[in-house]
């Protein structure tokens, strides 16, 4: 059994040892940053996971989630003076609320229709927060918002707040793992696979559809939450389609339903613009494609190659194993 | 008799097509009761009404004497009613093992939320435990339990149609409903299928059973109810049943015929 | 009290807008009907046709305004042989996340040839519909009556095109049974090709009506194009008349409702209408409630 152990946590234990080295190896500071803001965005790719990776429900509209964290967070903040630990609390009813919002018309709207309700909402909320100059300072987003600080030790340096992420991201990881390896995890893959079994075997689906909503938006909030810490500045217009499209992307490139392919996913396209460089003026050209490729022949991912790999490996051996039997 | 299914006036209009027209049911706890009828008399309508995948136009059905019709899918199933598909519904990226955990999902009725899921490790541990136990129980019953960690939608049609009466068993249901379980499989898979049937039925499981094929029907029914355009036109044994004038004009043919 | 002039204004100019929402929704839905494919890319395929049209054919090739028009659509129509050929087509069986990311992509790819191309062109065009009109005390620039008269003449031909010519009616079998269209001998791939290039057409010539509206830049057809979803699910989506219905009634809506909320706001009312009817009605004004 001990073996058992020590087979399932061998990797989750190298990349924990790997990434906290990272920045003590690499004393880059943008190199460093890039891992940061991955690491905000994994959150949010956590969070989509549980509705398109697993639920199996189109949602466009991770941008304008993400968006309604930074700003509730950045609001109560900078106007009403709380820190960035109490803003929490906002921050996540904020979560439970557009969970609720998002999940009731995920009950009866499906694929095409609730795509197109994502990507309304997204858009009215960046159209809101541009608007309402009074409260949002609209184009000119929210400026000089505080850094986290932990019993006393402000988060100012990029280093600081890789740490301050890893730790998040791990305790994240963990709870998420647990839903997806566990009866949750397995219900909600039998939603996206045939919802009328599901309600055969017991399972109550609106229940179901409403929770990982619910979860995927409070981590998309999170999500916001900590990249207004890190930049210490919004503004609308980083919260477009292209963005929630790009959550996407970093959901099915790596893997949907897996944690791993997340954080691959999440990792691959933040440092994509970085690797495409040499490329010049037709990066973008280079990232559409390699997108498009990878969605046509690969829609399970990076993640699934490898199994697939792992699972020829496996097979092999046992051959060659009965072989010299 | 101690009742374990009742359906009372039963009747299901689609805007006009009556598709079951005030059929009545009375199912013995402990028997297997199939549901016969030509193709479109209404047989796929009725097992969906029974385990609340189709709303009622009018009647009742009542489960151990308490009433069913009108209550939500999952809920008809979390009292002891299962179900199986006439195209089998089975989650096709899952492995046969997850597959059949699914099935207990609801096992533990006091399982609660998600956040009680998080919080409470031990008992989360404990649950998952006895679903994968449950699961494998169910697997080694049906006879599969060798293709545990194989992806379903690789597997044959009738290894599927295997997996989905496993799931379906996991919860032990009192009640066990078959959408036409032969439909698809060749005379050997029929022949396993028919033993699987007795099997589950000796198990202490009441079957009711919609199917077309009349062979197993009258191989291991304690009550046959024939219908035609959704109305009932004969029911009893299957000695009764096949010595009907108007069954055997309706639909059995002249194989059945009483011997003259 | 609001003065007939501004009233009139947000009319016209909103049945002007509306028109074009129209027309947005008539492109897409043909291809959505044929292929089951929701063209994301087709706020980009407006601006390249705008840029077609504005940039090469009349400003750095200096053709006239008749021929620039033709050449454009010409180019127009292999446009969209590309792409039938390379994405409609092909990928119309996977699933639904993979479609929206390969139109998506694709739109990012027509974006990026723009910029490259077209990156340092900013030459102004002159608006081809000048003057302005006067209704009802109403002084509008004429640019709106030319699109509205254009945009109603467009949607009538191709009403007419739809279900009176032998290529229309031949769509129409292909939008509603494709296992019975080919079992008819209709070959459904050359009608989704026939439906993209149909599209593309009308793109072209949205994009023409829209220069003088909006000036031509990258981002010209961006907010137009997710309107335009917003036109067919308000209208019944799928249906060419409802587009038709869905457009001029949010051209018109929206203009009536900045009269009263700030401008600023102006944008959210398509999307709340898009939300509210996805809600309520799905099947839009002109839709049968599905069973």
Redesign the interface.
């Known amino acids: 059994m001990l073996k058992n152990i020590a087979k399932r946590s061998a990797l989750p234990v190298i990349l924990l040892i790997v990434a906290v080295l990272f920045p003590i190896v690499v004393h880059n500071n943008y190199y460093i940053q890039i891992c940061c803001t991955s690491m905000i965005y994994l959150v949010a790719v956590y969070g989509l996971n549980f509705i398109t990776g697993m639920t199996g429900q189109t949602n466009l509209g991770t941008a304008g989630i993400f968006a309604l964290g930074a700003y509730t967070s950045a609001l109560f903040e900078t106007v009403l003076g709380w820190n960035a630990w109490l803003s929490l609390i906002p921050v996540i009813a904020m979560g439970v609320i557009i969970g609720f919002g998002l999940g009731f018309p995920s009950l009866r709207l499906q694929g095409i229709y609730l795509a197109l309700t994502t990507i309304a909402l997204t858009e009215i909320v960046r159209k809101v927060i541009l608007a309402w100059s009074s409260l949002t300072q609209g184009a000119l987003g929210i400026k000089q918002i505080p850094n986290i600080s932990i019993f006393g030790l402000e988060i100012k340096t990029t280093t600081q707040y890789y740490y301050f992420a890893l730790v998040i991201i791990v305790i994240l990881s963990i709870?998420c793992s647990?839903?997806i390896k566990?009866?949750?995890g397995?219900?909600m893959?039998?939603v996206?696979?045939?919802p009328?079994?599901?309600?055969?075997?017991?399972?109550?689906?609106v229940?179901i559809k409403l929770?990982a909503f619910v979860?995927a938006a409070i981590l998309g909030c999170l999500a916001g939450w900590m990249f207004c810490h890190n930049y210490n500045y919004v503004n609308p217009s980083t919260f477009t389609m292209d963005m929630s499209i790009n959550f996407v992307i970093m959901m099915s490139l790596g893997g949907a339903g897996n944690i791993y392919g997340c954080m691959l996913g999440a990792l691959a396209i933040t440092l994509l613009p970085e690797l495409l460089r040499v490329f010049g003026e037709y990066y973008q050209i280079i990232y559409a494609l390699i997108v498009v490729t990878f969605a046509v022949f690969l829609p399970g991912g990076i993640t699934s190659l490898i199994k697939r790999g792992i699972d020829f490996l496996k097979v092999k051996l046992r051959k060659n194993a009965q072989a010299t039997k | 008799m101690d009742t374990i299914l009742e359906l009372k006036n039963v009747t299901k209009r689609f805007?006009g097509l009556v598709a079951v027209d005030n059929l009545s049911i009375c199912q013995e706890r402990g028997t297997i009761h199939s549901l016969v009828g030509p193709n479109g008399s209404g047989k796929s309508t009725s097992i969906s009404m029974i385990?609340g995948?189709l709303p009622l136009t009018e009647g009742e059905i009542f489960f151990n004497g308490d009433k069913i019709s009108g209550l939500?899918?999952?809920e008809i199933?979390?009292r002891g009613v299962?179900?199986t598909?006439q195209n089998i519904?089975?989650?096709?990226?899952?492995s046969v093992l997850?597959n059949v955990?699914?099935?207990?999902?609801?096992l533990n009725k006091k399982s609660g939320?998600?956040i009680k899921?998080?919080v409470n490790i031990g008992g989360?541990n404990r649950?998952?435990k006895l679903?994968r136990e449950k699961a494998m129980e169910a697997l080694e019953f049906v006879g599969i339990q060798d293709l545990k960690d194989m992806q379903v939608k690789n597997l044959a049609y009738g290894r599927q149609k295997m997996t989905?009466l496993a799931?379906?068993l996991v919860?032990k249901p009192q009640l066990l409903l078959l959408d036409e379980p032969a439909a698809g499989l060749n005379p050997s898979e029929r022949a396993e299928l028919t033993d699987m049937l007795i099997k589950i039925h000796e198990s202490g499981v009441s079957l009711f059973l919609v199917e077309h094929n009349m062979d197993i029907v009258m191989n291991i029914s304690d009550i046959i109810t024939v219908i035609n355009f959704g109305a009932k036109i004969a029911e009893g044994t299957p000695d009764v049943v096949k010595n009907d004038n108007e069954v055997i004009r309706a639909y059995l043919g002249s194989k059945y015929k009483k011997a003259e | 009290m609001i003065s007939t002039a501004t009233l009139v204004q947000a009319i016209v100019s909103g049945i002007a807008m509306g028109l074009i929402y129209s027309l947005v929704g008539i492109e897409y839905t043909l291809i959505w009907n044929t292929t089951g494919m929701l063209n994301f890319a087709h706020g980009k395929v407006i601006t390249f046709c705008g840029y077609l049209f504005g940039a090469l054919c009349l400003k750095q090739m200096g053709l006239p305004l008749v021929w620039s028009l033709i050449l454009a659509l010409v180019l127009a129509a292999i446009l969209a042989l590309l792409m039938s050929s390379s994405i409609f087509i092909p990928l119309r069986t996977k699933d639904n996340l993979c479609c929206i990311l390969a139109t998506v992509m694709a739109g990012k790819i027509l974006y990026e040839a723009m910029r490259l191309i077209w990156g340092a062109f900013n030459v102004g065009i002159d608006n081809y519909f000048p003057g302005t009109i006067n209704i009802f005390g109403a002084t509008l620039p004429a640019t709106y009556i030319y699109v509205l008269a254009i945009a109603f003449v467009m949607v009538v031909a191709l009403q007419i095109f739809l279900n009176k010519t032998k290529i229309g009616k031949g769509m129409k079998c292909v939008s509603q049974n494709k296992n019975a269209a080919s079992l008819m001998g209709i070959n459904v791939t050359r009608y989704m090709r026939i439906a993209t290039i149909l599209s593309f057409v009308v793109c072209c010539f949205l994009s023409i009506l829209l220069i003088p509206l909006i000036t031509l830049s990258k981002e010209m057809a961006e907010m137009i194009a997710l309107k335009g979803f917003a036109a067919g699910i308000v209208g019944g989506f799928g249906l060419i008349p409802g587009c038709t219905v869905g457009g001029v009634i949010l051209g018109v809506v929206e203009n009536l409702a900045c009269i009263v909320i700030p401008s600023g706001y102006k944008d959210v009312v398509a999307f709340v209408l898009l939300i509210g009817f996805l809600l309520i009605k799905p099947s839009g004004i002109l839709g049968k409630k599905a069973?």
């Open positions: 709870i647990r839903i566990g009866k949750w397995r219900i893959i039998a996206k696979d045939n009328e079994a599901a309600s055969t075997c017991g399972a109550n689906i229940t929770t979860i | 805007s385990n995948m939500p899918v999952h199933a979390q299962g179900r598909f519904k089975v989650f096709g990226t899952m997850e955990m699914v099935g207990g999902h609801a939320g998600i899921y998080l989360t649950e998952e679903i989905e799931r379906a919860n | 069973k």
